[in-house]
């Protein structure tokens, strides 16, 4: 059965507002998705009746509250196939669980002379953090580069994955190209030279379907706000031996067994990489907003992504001038683009006139920009509660955008 998008866009407000005196698009959606009903709400329930520290008291709220926490992190494992709750560690986003690994395991195990391998279209958080490491260790940088169809190529990734990979960090989906990445054959390719593999998961999540165990992911980091959740609440996953291995990298209060005067124990995985008081209602609301997707069911969601993906497709090939960058016979619900000489902020203010929200600029992504021969795009990107309505107000705003311009030209 497919999805009921009227009865899904009842639970998103934020969705039914006029922008500029035009119905709201909201194709923004790479950057954060918006939050349902169900979500504020079992936050608010938090902070009305349950609101104590966790692991801390023994008092009835501090007990619920726990709990609480502890069960969403069962959430999470289940939700992206863990073994074990205790695989996964709350932390703020993408960012910071991807700056955890690399310093915390990374430090560990990467030494002069060896190789970290990275994509070229990964995120700056998928990037910064492993030149830094490799600057500390004396370690380099190798990328697997496009193919002539702006994706992932594959060859490239055989020729650069060898004897001297340490790490192999790659980003589940891109947030530029519209590209889902062969995760579990570049996972192979890696442990065949007994790498580790580091997923960015922030496109993935909430929008395909995730088992870290099949896709071969040594650790997976993602962001609540990609999936309906609040800001500031993310999560990373690590197999229990890697934690086992990695060193925490923030010390203070919980993290800690037994500290004395001069030394310090520490906790093992999650909590010793969980230092002082965690964003426990966010905790709590991306528990409840996995139980929100899976209510839908994420094949379903795929599907409809999918749909709207394939629907918008040639329409955006179709717009005099535009160059849409990343595979032109298919595409995730991510669209980047450019329109004749037109500045994508140019382009993006002209759009948001017209109610339409879009992003522009480098999306983050420097090194993939150059490779493209260009500083920055516009994007839209869609989600499940889009429709295809809202594709055809777009299509048409674009190319009212697009001759408003031109002009001027
Ligand atoms: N990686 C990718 C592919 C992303 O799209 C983003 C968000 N734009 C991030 C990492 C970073 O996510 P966050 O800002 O939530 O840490």
């Known amino acids: 059965m497919s999805l009921d998008v009227n009865q899904i866009r009842q639970d998103f407000p934020i969705l039914k507002q006029r922008v500029n005196d035009e119905p709201l698009i909201y194709f923004d959606n790479a950057a954060t998705a918006q939050t349902p009903v169900p979500v504020l709400d079992a936050l608010r329930h938090f902070y009305l009746h349950d ?26 494992a289940h939700f992206i196939n863990a073994n074990d709750p205790n695989e996964i560690i709350f932390d703020r986003s993408t960012t910071e669980g991807l700056n955890l690994v690399a310093r915390a395991f990374g430090d560990q195990v990467v030494q002069a002379g ?8 990964e995120h700056h958080s998928n990037l910064v953090p492993w030149q830094e490491l490799a600057r500390r260790k004396g370690a380099h940088l190798r990328y697997i580069e496009l193919n002539a169809n702006e994706e992932l190529d594959m060859d490239c990734a055989h020729r650069v994955i060898g004897p001297h990979t340490k790490i192999v960090a790659i980003t589940g989906a891109s947030n530029v190209l519209g590209v889902v990445n062969p995760v579990k054959e570049i996972a192979q ?44 609440i993310g999560a990373v996953y690590g197999r229990s031996e890697l934690w086992q291995m990695a060193r925490p990298v923030q010390f203070g209060g919980e993290m800690i067994d037994d500290v004395q005067r001069d030394h310090t124990t520490f906790k093992a995985a999650p909590l010793g ?41 040639p329409q955006i090939k179709a717009v005099p001038h535009l160059r849409l960058y990343g595979p032109q016979d298919h595409h995730t619900g991510v669209f980047a683009f450019n329109l004749g000489h037109l500045h994508p902020h140019d382009l993006a203010t002209g759009l948001d006139m017209e ?26 990107s869609l989600a499940f509660y889009n429709t295809k309505d809202e594709c055809d107000r777009f299509i048409k705003a674009l190319k009212a955008v697009g001759s408003f311009f031109n002009e001027f030209e």
């Open 51 to 76: 609101r104590a520290n966790v692991h801390r008291g023994v008092h009835t709220l501090a007990e619920r509250s726990t709990e609480q926490y502890e069960q969403a992190r069962a959430k999470v």
């Open 355 to 380: 109610g339409v929200a879009v992003r522009a600029g480098h999306h983050c992504a420097e090194p993939l920009m150059t490779t493209l021969h260009t500083t920055a795009t516009a994007r839209a």
């Open 189 to 232: 390719l890696a442990h065949q030279q007994g790498a580790y593999v580091v997923v960015d998961g922030a496109q993935l999540i909430g929008h395909y379907p995730v088992d870290v165990q099949k896709m071969g992911a040594d650790f997976f980091a993602f962001s609540g706000h990609k999936m309906l959740a609040p800001t500031g």
């Open 114 to 121: 060896d190789e970290i391998v990275l994509s070229i279209m």
């Open 273 to 313: 990489f969980e230092a002082g008081t965690p964003n426990i209602g966010g905790a709590i609301a991306l528990g409840a907003a996995i139980d929100y997707l899976e209510k839908l069911g994420m094949d379903q969601i795929r599907q409809r992504e999918a749909d709207l993906a394939t629907y918008l497709l």
